[in-house]
């Protein structure tokens, strides 16, 4: 804008106000300041004045960044953090998301879950790792562009004891249950506990009432009672009991 289309708009604007002579040292200031700012915003280089238009450009448009919606995920954090467990057990992981409006919820089943690498362990996607061989990995919580990861450490750990479940059970031959699935826990020297059903050594006694397999899960075979333990790391866990009946 020039001087004299400002001069031009303070003219145009005359019938909306006052005679200019009655009040000739206002607009004068008023002629001189326009003119003023103008030469001002001229005198900027031109990639400055480019710079200041796409900043003010991108902060209209990224505007709802700082305003996101309730249901919008704006952080992750992935629980436990750093946990170890040894190979061949299981942790399962939780995912907890803060939304726009700052509440907090559990969103294990719909993020997804990623490890790496896969050879150290691997895990599914409702959140449950598997340790696979000795070896760190990271285990990764994906919503959108929102990620948070976590390592986990696959290292052998000194079992001190192993408690299994159900420590009562009665199986009906005729009507049924014939099954029952036992799992194991094992309390580590550290504190920590994991679920080691599917790498102990189960036994039953005597096998001829009841079977068990090599997972836990245990079949009548015979009216009786049987004794089930569970055995890792030299550990063997207490004693359950099954009673089968006709």
């Not at 939780?94 to 919820?105: E, I, L, S, V, Y």
């Not at 993020?111 to 409702?126: H, K, L, M, Q």
């Not at 994906?142 to 001190?160: C, D, E, F, L, R």
Request: aromatic content about 6%; charged content about 10%; hydrophobic content about 35%.
């Amino acid at each position: 804008m020039s001087s004299t289309t400002s001069c031009t708009y303070f003219a145009a604007s005359s019938k909306l106000r006052p005679r200019r002579d009655h009040y000739s040292w206002f607009w004068a200031f008023a002629d001189k300041f326009a003119n003023d700012t103008i030469k001002s915003v001229q005198n900027i280089p031109r990639f400055t004045r480019c710079a200041l238009a796409l900043a003010v450009l991108m902060a209209e448009v990224s505007c709802g960044s700082f305003f996101p919606g309730s249901n919008t995920i704006t952080a992750l954090q992935v629980t436990p953090a750093s946990a170890t467990i040894p190979p061949g057990t299981t942790q399962q992981y939780t995912a907890t998301a803060t939304f726009g409006d700052r509440t907090t919820g559990d969103v294990t089943s719909q993020v997804n879950w990623s490890t790496s690498p896969t050879s150290v362990a691997t895990i599914a996607s409702g959140g449950l790792l598997t340790g696979v061989s000795l070896g760190i990995a990271t285990v990764r919580a994906q919503s959108g562009g929102v990620i948070a990861t976590t390592p986990v450490t696959i290292s052998q750990k000194q079992i001190t004891s192993i408690a299994i479940q159900p420590l009562t059970q009665t199986l009906s031959l005729s009507l049924g249950p014939t099954t029952i699935q036992f799992t194991a826990t094992a309390t580590y020297k550290d504190g920590t506990t994991g679920d080691v059903t599917s790498i102990a050594t189960w036994s039953s006694a005597p096998s001829s009432t009841a079977s068990i397999s090599s997972t836990g899960l245990a079949t009548a075979a015979a009216v009786g009672t049987a004794t089930v333990t569970a055995t890792s790391g030299g550990v063997t866990s207490n004693s359950a009991t099954i009673t089968v009946i006709q």
